[in-house]
């Protein structure tokens, strides 16, 4: 786990004091809340249960009625949030580097943007064309191909993977060939060679167009997920 400084220290000390916590349990919301980007956490702990805390959003927690624990939940994830934004609380470690806040391969530059849920964050690099996930201290990049990528959300199952929006539609980062790391539960396809040729972009939405169309044919049941992956791998070969 990473260290805290000093200051550190003495911030959760004092909050786990006034809010009548354990510290593990302090020390568990604050990387909630930071791997979160301090607007969102996603928390277990003893005092509070699981949960899920939203800045300027909802608050939830397993007993649903019980407004004052949802307010201790704001209160203390809002304190967290700004104590990371004013305070050095955590030891600083080398960028790209496991539990350091600049996590992504450092030859990738800075990130246009980042964000995290659960035990997963991820950085969107567009002018390398490329998707950086960490999930559990493990980092796998991605191409992103000619996505230029919106919203995110996490599926929930065993896959636990990362669909993210484009202007090409919704994509999940098991379909996007895998440039390094672990990638996920399919076998990693070969990142394609980037091109800026018009008739090159124009075969290419044509393509991610047919796999869209393939994914909706598959979740309707009509392809079986053989077919379906047969057919996606067919027409990435056209990139």
Known sequence: MTKLTPRGEQIIADISSRYQISRESTVSMLISVNNGGGTMAQFSIPEYGSGQW???????????????????VNN??????NALAQNQIFEP???????????WPSNLGVPSSTGGQNNTRYAVF???????????????VYDTLNHNIGGVSQQQGSNNSLTFSSQLGTFSTL?????SGPGGSNPPQQAAPVSNSPNNTSENTDVYENLRKLGELRDAGILSENEFQAKKTELLNRL
């Open 54 to 72: 939203m800045r300027g959003g909802m608050t939830m927690v397993g007993d649903l009625f019980n407004n004052q624990l949802k307010a201790n």
């Open 93 to 103: 470690l080398p960028a790209g580097t496991r539990g350091s806040n600049t996590w």
């Open 126 to 140: 567009p002018n390398e064309r490329r998707l950086a996930v960490e999930t559990n201290g493990q980092v796998s």
């Open 76 to 81: 203390l994830c809002e304190e967290l949030s």
């Open 175 to 179: 379909n996007l060939p895998l440039v």
